[in-house]
């Protein structure tokens, strides 16, 4: 294939030019070729003359994010497993996205999946676009809409839909040091059981939120802050959370966290929107559990690290006040000891104050972690006849947090 080049004098101002080629058999036209002029956008260097879809660009499809090539459209696929109990059972999918190593202004995320427990077509979607300005304090602001359909209990489907827009603030390239603001829009329908609609549960709300965080991923001096606002029409509450973490010896840690909420108000007809002790309600569905509407049995016992974050089985919710403390320590390899510690305050109770301990067994990190409760509020717990209950796991079915285990070393 022949090549030739042109050669084209200006100014050196920005300016529009018009080039006239020679009537050619051409196949191909494209602009700075070897990348040798520094250009904010290459994807519209190249223009191909011949074909059906002479003026469009060519769709890739890869398997591994990569480093973009700006002459075609390139599609990154990755196939998606969950499992949600026996509402969905597995749900099997891939993931089709545009986003690559670099940050772009367009991107899209489709994730079909086949809910094998239901025999039907489930997923969700979202699309964003990011405005960059080149000389500002904003470092990016991006606006977007997503979509989700799921199972949340027997024969019962949520659907939700959110507009959402986050600003990303400039930073110093080598920093670790991020800062950033995000607002949303959530439109929430559940399907009811008899059982719910005559206790008038929720199935239609709308939920708004706004929120700032600040995170500085130092490798020793791991440290993060957020404070958002959250509400509707039967509620308004202020959550903030701060996290701390120190690695004072190789692949030993110290974790602290500390959690407030406070409802400004509320007015809510039960406690679906109330503050978790130890297990969260997951009404905005963003917290990724086996079992989402199990009381009891094994699925029941899954840890979210959210809200109080208390690993025993403290009874009830909050629907005014809660503040808590969680402390984490290495103690040898896979073996760690637990704090938790918190007051809290109901609407016509007193303040109550709780507390609990023990040790969790870190099989593989930010995989699978399993809590045994000590000594806590409700007494000696390896006493009770119903221990085995009372044990508490995470479980993040993310193949990606083993590989990243084994090539930083297990323990």
Do not use: C
Not at 187 to 207: C, H, Q, V, W
């Amino acid at each position: 294939m022949k090549k030739k080049e042109y050669w084209v004098e200006t100014d050196g101002e920005e300016m529009t030019k018009t080039v006239s080629i020679p009537a050619l058999d051409i196949y191909k036209i494209t602009l700075n070729n070897d990348y040798i002029f520094p250009e904010s956008n290459y994807r519209d260097n190249f223009l191909y003359s011949k074909g059906l879809f002479s003026n469009a660009k060519k769709i890739k499809l890869k398997l591994i994010k990569d480093i973009p090539n700006p002459e075609f459209n390139e599609i990154y696929i990755s196939p998606r497993i969950r499992f949600n109990n026996t509402y969905d059972k597995f749900l099997l999918g891939f993931n089709f996205k545009n986003q690559s190593f670099f940050d772009q202004k367009f991107l899209y995320s489709v994730t079909p999946t086949y809910s094998t427990g239901t025999g039907k077509l489930t997923g969700s979607g979202a699309v964003s676009y990011s405005f960059l300005p080149a000389e500002s304090i904003i470092r990016s602001l991006t606006f977007g809409v997503s979509g989700a359909y799921y199972h949340y209990d027997y024969n019962l489907a949520y659907r939700k839909g959110s507009v959402f827009s986050n600003i990303s603030f400039r930073k110093n390239p080598r920093s670790t040091v991020s800062r950033g603001i995000s607002m949303s829009y959530n439109y929430f329908e559940r399907d009811l059981s008899p059982l719910m609609i005559a206790n008038n549960d929720y199935d239609k709300y709308n939920l708004w939120s706004i929120g700032y965080g600040y995170t500085d991923n130092q490798m020793i001096h791991e440290k993060s802050i957020s404070i958002s606002t959250q509400g509707m029409e039967d509620f308004n509450k202020i959550t903030a959370e701060g996290f701390y973490r120190w690695e004072f010896a190789p692949k030993q840690k110290l974790s602290l966290r500390l959690f407030a909420g406070y409802f400004v108000r509320n007015d809510t007809r039960n406690n679906t929107f109330n503050y978790g002790i130890s297990r969260v309600s997951n009404y905005s569905f963003s917290y990724n559990l086996l079992g989402e509407s199990a009381n009891s049995g094994f699925l029941s016992q899954q840890f979210i690290l959210a809200d109080g974050g208390f690993k025993s089985f403290i009874p009830g919710s909050v629907n005014q006040w809660i503040t808590s403390l969680n402390v984490d320590t290495s103690v040898w390899k896979i073996f760690h000891l637990y704090a938790d510690a918190g007051i809290y305050k109901n609407r016509n109770n007193p303040t109550q104050f709780i507390w609990d301990s023990g040790i969790k067994l870190k099989i593989v990190p930010d995989f699978l972690e399993i809590y045994f409760p000590i000594q806590s509020s409700l007494g000696f717990e390896p006493a009770f006849k119903d221990y085995g209950r009372r044990i508490r796991y995470t479980l993040v079915l993310n193949l990606g947090s083993i590989i990243n285990a084994a090539r930083r070393g297990w323990y």
